[in-house]
């Protein structure tokens, strides 16, 4: 869109619609769209409304997808996936079943890999040190705090020691 140039809020709902027919977007993704398009406030209650009433944004569907994309892609842990959910102001319900449909070996399996990957780049030979760095990664890469307890040490038992 042109600066200075405004726009229907038919061509705004068209607009959106493409916005969503291509890649799933949540409410809050297409309100801040509809912000920087510089729409009145008033008709983004509207846009979003035909949004919902034609599917095209479904917020079930959505953390669906983003949990799957951010576990398997991103590698993120169930926290961060929850974090960032919560940041765009999907419903706990919703948050909690995308969460559920990631299969438990397969996080587990996530974790596991990711620790082997990280500390065959660790340069360091005081084991306090790499478990502390093996902690910090898994942290801030949104796992629970316990499983990332539990795997590290077994990672130091098989690689470290």
Known sequence: MKPGKSISLKEAIVKAQNICAEQEKCEYDIRKKLYDWKLPLTDHD???ESLLKDNF????????????????????????????LKQKNISSENINNALAEIPEIDYHNLLENELIKKIKT???KDEYTIKSKLIRFAISR???????????????EKYYK
């Open 46 to 48: 509207a846009i979003i």
């Open 57 to 84: 944004i479904d917020e079930k569907r959505y953390a669906q997808f983003y949990a799957k994309d951010k576990f398997y892609f991103n590698k993120w842990g169930k926290i961060k996936i929850e974090y960032t």
């Open 122 to 124: 660790l340069k360091d």
């Open 142 to 156: 949104g796992f629970e705090n316990g499983k990332i307890f539990d795997m590290v040490s077994t990672i130091i």
